[in-house]
């Protein structure tokens, strides 16, 4: 089993519409979680953190679940802007330590 | 803002030549780090450095090695390059504890 997995996607919606991603992680013992986000071509940069209590930025909000492992990012009112890759990263207990899933494809169409 | 660099944005390579794939950052970052990316793979781990000198494995660093002689620079050797090595290499900083990653533009390596 991956260590973070997630669905490929892609995910094509029209604008405005609100679209969720979710994530699985296998270790219990992971501490703190992030979403990137990637353009094509482009390196990741990181889209947001991810808290327990669960966050929101504008029209991001990503939610953690420890119970079940896993986290999610929903974006509401989707721009064409929006399209990229994102990737669901668990750091794990000991170090410093990234583990990145292999990024989920949204495309945001007019 | 903090930046990182790397060498060459593209580069083509013959089977068996050795390469070198040099990664710089402006932040003074203890850690920094090597991956490939590959598609379906996600990014994964080659190796990473917390100090000068220091420098530990990561999830897949057979056919690699590394260097870091200098805090700023972190440099990603090929001994003798393989087409299986052919991928995108991105170089990541950090600073201490499980803080945000910083990531290069990315290297894409052919290797034929």
């Known amino acids: 089993r991956k260590e973070v997995e997630q669905d490929p996607g892609p995910f094509n919606v029209p604008e405005g519409a609100t679209v969720a991603f979710n994530c699985t992680y296998s270790?219990?013992?992971?501490?703190?979680f992030f979403w990137y986000r990637q353009d094509c071509r482009k390196e990741p940069k990181l889209l947001m953190s991810?808290?327990?209590s669960g966050n929101e930025d504008g029209r991001f909000t990503a939610q953690l679940n420890r119970a079940s492992q896993y986290i999610s990012l929903l974006i509401r009112d989707s721009k064409l802007s929006d399209s990229a890759t994102y990737l669901c990263?668990?750091?794990?207990?000991?170090?410093?330590?990234?583990?990145f899933g292999a990024g989920t494809i949204l495309r945001v169409k007019s | 803002d903090v930046k990182v660099t790397q060498s060459s944005r593209y580069l083509v390579k013959r089977t068996g030549e050795k390469v070198f794939l040099e990664c710089v950052q402006d932040?003074?970052?203890?850690?920094m780090f090597w991956y490939r990316q590959d598609p379906g793979l996600g990014l994964r781990l080659i190796y990473f450095?917390?100090?000068?000198?220091?420098?530990e494995k990561g999830d897949i660093p057979e056919g690699y090695s590394v260097s870091r002689e200098k805090k700023e620079r972190f440099s990603l050797i090929l001994e003798s390059a393989s087409t299986n090595q052919t991928s995108m290499y991105l170089c990541?900083?950090?600073?201490?504890?499980?803080?945000?990653?910083?990531f290069g533009p990315g290297t894409r390596l052919t290797v034929t």
């Open positions: 450095s917390y100090d000068v000198k220091m420098k």
């Open positions: 932040m003074d970052h203890e850690n």
């Open positions: 270790n219990s013992a992971s501490q703190s």
């Open positions: 990541a900083s950090q600073s201490l504890g499980p803080s945000e990653q910083y």
């Open positions: 991810v808290y327990s």
């Open positions: 990263v668990v750091v794990l207990e000991y170090g410093n330590k990234l583990v």
